[in-house]
């Protein structure tokens, strides 16, 4: 009787770990969706895009630009972004602590006379990465079939935007100010 109690104890504290499956290829975990509005922290963001507004299926720009998005598994800053490339944190110049957010673009909508973020490339995907307040958020564009990774060997970033959060950081209580 104890062995019985011993192994359901087991079984029912390893269901509480939080162990259960990992988030299938190609899904982000809910934990790593980064929203919000963000203004320009960089001249080319400032030049090109204007403010931004992350949602979680589509990141619109001041200029009138919309990036259609879906969100894929989170990276991290020391992540590589190419087979032997930089880091995702070498791209932004930060920690390799950083968190990416790895999102595949679906569709870009341009408004007349406005042009891409990766000119007349069509964007394939896009990084957002930012420390664990989301103080900075730095976008990394990438063109290419493939997405970035260690083994990736076509993407390549074609464009990367500064922004801060305006009002304080962003977690997942809310708003620090």
Do not use: W
């Not at 990036?67 to 087979?83: C, F, P, Q, S």
């Not at 564009?141 to 260690?150: H, L, N």
């Amino acid at each position: 009787m104890r062995s019985f109690l011993i192994a359901a104890l087991l079984v029912l504290l390893a269901a509480c770990e939080g162990g259960g499956a990992p988030a299938p290829p190609g899904r982000a975990h809910e934990d790593f969706v980064l929203t919000g509005e963000f203004k320009t922290s960089s001249n080319t963001a400032r030049a090109i895009t204007g403010g931004m507004v992350v949602e979680r299926t589509e990141v619109t720009f001041e200029n009138g630009v919309v990036l259609h998005t879906e969100v894929l598994n989170a990276r991290r800053g020391g992540d590589l972004i190419a087979k032997n490339g930089d880091s995702f944190a070498a791209a932004v110049v930060g920690p390799g602590t950083l968190n990416v957010e790895l999102r595949r673009v679906i569709e870009q909508v341009l408004p007349a006379g406005v042009i891409g973020l990766c000119g007349a490339e069509r964007p394939q995907f896009i990084a957002l990465a930012y420390d664990a307040r989301a103080t900075r958020v730095t976008m990394l564009v990438f063109s290419g079939s493939e997405a970035p990774g260690p083994e990736a060997a076509h993407s390549r970033v074609c464009a990367r935007f500064g922004y801060a959060a305006p009002d304080g950081a962003r977690t997942s209580e809310g708003v620090v100010l």
